[in-house]
Antibody, heavy 121, light 107 residues
Framework: EVQLLESGGGLAQPGGSLRLSCATSGFTFGNYAMSWVRQAPGKGLEWVSGMSGGGHTYYADSVKGRFTISRDTSKNTLYLQMNSLRAEDTALYYC???????????????WGQGTRVTVSS | DIQMTQSPPSLSASVGDRVTITCRASQTISTYLNWYQHKPGKAPELLIYAASSLQSGVPSRFSGSGSGTDFSLTISSLQPEDFATYYCQQSYSTPLTFGGGTKVDIK
């Protein structure tokens, strides 16, 4: 069974940092694209960042230069390093697996339960 | 970036109703369009991918259609477990973008 388990959320001050983790199991991690998607309170879904199976990375304009997606294939784990956090980054962050190898031209077929990030002083 | 516009933002329906949600892209995206169901406190679930392909395990009362810029999701006979928020998402190009969502609640 494919499983995704996010962790690392919490309270951070504006300008601070957090690192989210997404531990995966049940599939060959390095063969699939993965994404981070967030939902701010009372808002809809917003794609944040993605990594292809080949390791190419992509970002939303709202986080480019502040967030970094990475992975450790030996640990089957995806990460999101979030720096220079802003109040508008407050959200529930989901990790999601793609149907295939590429971030685009496919679909997010398995999602985790999410980890909550709050940015406030 | 490709903008996705869903309508209506919300609707009230009864069990057994046929429900249709529409989604329009700001530029042509072929059939790179996916639909998700999201319930409070749960992970979003993929319903339809590539505009009209039913994800494994999803009931056949869900169907999708469209290509280019105009798409729709239809629930043929609404069931109690279908009350949720539905999102379209384009996967034609990064950044991936979602519609604003359609909340389906009980009339």
């Amino acid at each position: 069974e494919v499983q995704l388990l996010e962790s690392g959320g919490g309270l951070a001050q504006p300008g601070g940092s957090l690192r989210l983790s997404c531990a995966t199991s049940g599939f060959t991690f390095g063969n699939y694209a993965m994404s981070w998607v967030r939902q701010a309170p009372g808002k809809g879904l917003e794609w944040v960042s993605g990594m292809s199976g080949g390791g190419h990375t992509y970002y939303a304009d709202s986080v480019k230069g502040r967030f970094t997606i990475s992975r450790d294939t030996s640990k089957n784990t995806l990460y999101l390093q979030m720096n220079s956090l802003r109040a508008e980054d407050t959200a529930l962050y989901y990790c999601a697996k793609d149907h295939g190898h590429w971030v685009a031209r496919d679909a997010l077929d398995i999602w985790g339960q999410g980890t909550r990030v709050t940015v406030s002083s | 970036d490709i903008q996705m516009t869903q309508s209506p933002p919300s609707l009230s329906a009864s069990v057994g109703d046929r429900v249709t949600i529409t989604c329009r892209a700001s530029q042509t995206i072929s059939t790179y369009l996916n639909w998700y169901q999201h319930k409070p406190g749960k992970a979003p679930e993929l319903l339809i991918y590539a505009a009209s392909s039913l994800q494994s395990g999803v009931p056949s009362r869900f169907s999708g259609s469209g290509s280019g810029t105009d798409f729709s999701l239809t629930i043929s006979s609404l069931q109690p477990e279908d009350f949720a928020t539905y999102y379209c998402q384009q996967s034609y190009s990064t950044p991936l973008t979602f519609g604003g969502g359609t909340k389906v609640d009980i009339k």
